[in-house]
């Protein structure tokens, strides 16, 4: 258990510098105005716009970086700090998010896959260490019997699922952040300062997926030595 709680604890140190670090990114980016005066609700009408999209509504939604695309009711839903704000933070936020609308839209494979699995993952995701952790203690009390071992297995299935889909969202951020960049640079909708601004706050975005990713797969492979190493 100390390798799991040290593995556990280096994720949670750099899933905390990656998200400091975003914060004030934003904080940073969100200093620098916007030459057009658009705010990030215009800014993502427009994008929808432009790609021919008439069927998404872009609303207001309470928090900070709360921002989403629900493909379920088909909404961009912006957080408060981009809905009404006109810097190159709110910009970036308000096209990337709108980059999933384009997605859903074009039927991109990736994010088709992903909200497929989304009821699984609900379940999965609360039910696996459960499941592997009560095996285990079933194992032990049994005296190694096979139910225990079987009991783990399933947690450690509905757990690689949770962890496929942790991967899945990689290309899936990352694709919907391209597709922004590339919209806001070929329509000129910001200055290069603005630009760059824009690009360097989604690239820590994305980040803090790259690093729940790595962790789910730290957790994941942890519990699979734990599990089938007592097999032998």
């Not at 929808?48 to 379920?72: E, F, Q």
């Not at 899936?172 to 000129?188: F, G, P, Q, T």
Request: contains cysteine; positive net charge.
């Amino acid at each position: 258990m100390i390798m799991y709680f040290l593995i556990i604890g280096v994720i949670a140190l750099f899933s905390w510098i990656v998200s400091s670090k975003l914060k004030s990114k934003f904080e940073q980016y969100s200093k620098i105005s916007l030459r057009n005066g658009m705010s990030g609700a215009e800014i993502a009408e427009k994008m929808l716009a432009d790609h021919g999209i008439r069927d998404v509504k872009v609303i207001s939604t309470p928090g900070m970086l709360t921002d989403h695309y629900n493909p379920a009711n088909k909404t961009v839903n912006l957080s408060e700090g981009v809905y009404n704000q006109r810097n190159a933070a709110a910009a970036a936020v308000a096209a990337h998010e709108c980059g999933h609308a384009v997605q859903h839209a074009q039927a991109y494979s990736w994010l088709t896959m992903r909200s497929q699995m989304v009821p699984v993952v609900n379940v999965s995701s609360t039910l696996s260490q459960w499941l592997i952790m009560g095996g285990l203690i079933l194992g032990i009390a049994s005296k190694g019997t096979s139910l225990g071992l079987y009991i783990a297995v399933a947690g450690l299935v509905l757990m690689a699922i949770a962890t496929a889909f942790s991967f899945i969202t990689l290309p899936v951020e990352y694709d919907a952040s391209n597709r922004a960049l590339a919209w806001l640079k070929n329509k000129n909708m910001l200055s290069q300062e603005e630009y760059a601004g824009s690009e360097d706050a989604l690239k820590w975005a994305a980040r803090t997926y790259v690093v729940a990713a790595l962790g789910a797969l730290a957790s994941l492979l942890y519990w699979a030595f734990q599990v089938l190493g007592r097999r032998e």
